[in-house]
């Protein structure tokens, strides 16, 4: 059974750095794409920066240049280090994993709708 667990959340003052993980096990195939996303009361998930396969990154424009998504894949290891931190970037910040690129093709890489999988989530808090 897939799991992804994250963990590196938690407050942080604006201005400051945190690096998130997700640890995935489970499965023994490669997962077309996996990614962050975050989500706040009362709106949509969205997708912050996403790595496929092939080690291509995407970023939303919120996040681009201050956030950087990276992967460990011998340890099976997801990061995401988050510097320059902002009050709008408190959220609860989601790793997922996509199987396939069907649902990435007709839906987009940065909607949550093509995601299998999805870990708990981490809580970030910043203040200013």
């Known amino acids: 059974q897939v799991q992804l667990v994250e963990s590196g959340g938690g407050p942080v003052q604006a201005g400051g750095s945190l690096r998130l993980s997700c640890a995935a096990s489970?499965?023994?195939?490669?997962?077309?794409?996996m990614g962050w996303f975050r989500q706040v009361p009362g709106k949509e998930r969205e997708g912050i920066a996403i790595?496929?396969?092939?080690?291509?990154?995407t970023y939303a424009d919120s996040v681009k240049g201050r956030f950087t998504i990276s992967q460990d894949n011998a340890k099976n290891i997801l990061y995401l280090q988050m510097n320059s931190l902002k009050p709008e970037d408190t959220a609860m910040y989601y790793c997922?994993?996509?199987?396939?690129?069907?649902?990435?093709?007709?839906?987009?890489?940065?909607?949550?709708?093509?995601?299998?999988?999805w870990g708990q989530g981490t809580q970030v808090t910043v203040s200013s």
């Open positions: 790595i496929d396969k092939d080690g291509s990154t």
């Open positions: 489970g499965y023994s195939y490669s997962m077309y794409c």
């Open positions: 997922a994993a996509a199987t396939s690129m069907t649902g990435i093709r007709a839906l987009g890489i940065m909607t949550s709708g093509p995601y299998d999988y």
